[in-house]
């Protein structure tokens, strides 16, 4: 069995190669394009920047499987598996906006045990590994302490899709300010949103619809940072597309009552 550590080791050298990959389309330019909605992007980098963390992973681990957003499930059967956005803010990235990240979750029978979600511009990484807690540039980090809604700022995401899901998005924002947050941040990166919840630097994050490749990784580590994240009926994270709600411990269970229309749409969701 691979240790964790080698595993730790081999997806940081995935995401510095995908760095790289990064920081030269950011120079000279990339082809972007569409993936049916004109607000869903993808661009050369996202796909060398996959095809670089898989040829990384495989060097070292020839028989784990890989699940990535461009390329899918590479097939293989085996208890491990690496769950990979190669830049999860791909908006963001295409107009150079320093918010996005490569997001690396690894499972071990179907359980997640390490996370990395590394920021190339700011030069951040986040880590956590099954035991051991949580980290920020091999620091330790926790998840903010606050139990009320005015010691909060929140961050939300948006969905793609522009009827029903983004006026329960703005819906509960607006319940949010009721309740009287202190502020809200919307950066773009689901992974990134998540591991601000791990730092402490936001106290919570909802989202509707968003895969496993944006939340494996950053879902992990702010468990690991003493964050609680679950799906709008407060049920744990599978892989499968899912409502998503990260928040501080003494905040959590506040905010799923908040958002109790979203347990009502996920329970009609077609996913």
């Avoid at 793609?160 to 919307?186: K, P």
Wanted: net charge negative; glycine share 8%.
């Amino acid at each position: 069995m691979s240790s964790l550590n080698e595993i730790v080791a081999v997806a940081k050298k995935a995401a510095l190669r995908a760095r790289e990959v990064q920081l030269k389309g950011l120079k000279e330019g990339t082809e972007i394009r569409s993936k049916g909605s004109l607000r869903d992007l993808v661009t050369a980098a996202d796909i060398a920047c996959e095809q670089v963390i898989a040829r990384t992973v495989t060097e070292s681990f020839p028989d784990h499987n890989l699940l990535g957003e461009e390329g899918g499930d590479q097939g293989r059967t085996s208890d491990w598996l690496w769950i990979v956005d190669p830049i999860d803010g791909t908006t963001n990235y295409s107009r150079h906006i320093p918010y996005f990240t490569t997001s690396i979750g690894v499972y071990y029978k179907g359980k997640p045990v390490v996370g990395l979600v590394a920021n190339p511009l700011v030069e951040e990484t986040f880590v956590a590994v099954e035991g051991q807690g949580a980290f920020l540039n091999d620091a330790p980090i926790r998840a903010s302490s606050a139990i009320r809604f005015e010691q909060a700022v929140l961050a939300a995401g948006f969905h793609y899709d522009r009827d029903s899901n983004i006026d329960l998005t703005l819906n509960a924002i607006r319940t949010f300010f009721d309740r009287g947050i202190m502020d809200l941040r919307r950066f773009g990166s689901a992974a990134l949103e998540l591991c601000y919840v791990a730092a402490g630097r936001t106290e919570g994050y909802f989202e509707i619809g968003i895969h496993a490749w944006d939340f494996a990784a950053g879902a992990f580590i702010a468990s690991q940072a003493g964050a609680v994240v679950t799906d709008a009926a407060g049920l744990p994270l599978t892989l499968k597309k899912s409502y998503v709600v990260a928040g501080a411990a003494g905040l959590h269970a506040a905010m799923l009552a908040e958002l109790a229309p979203w347990h009502i749409a996920q329970e009609n969701s077609p996913w």
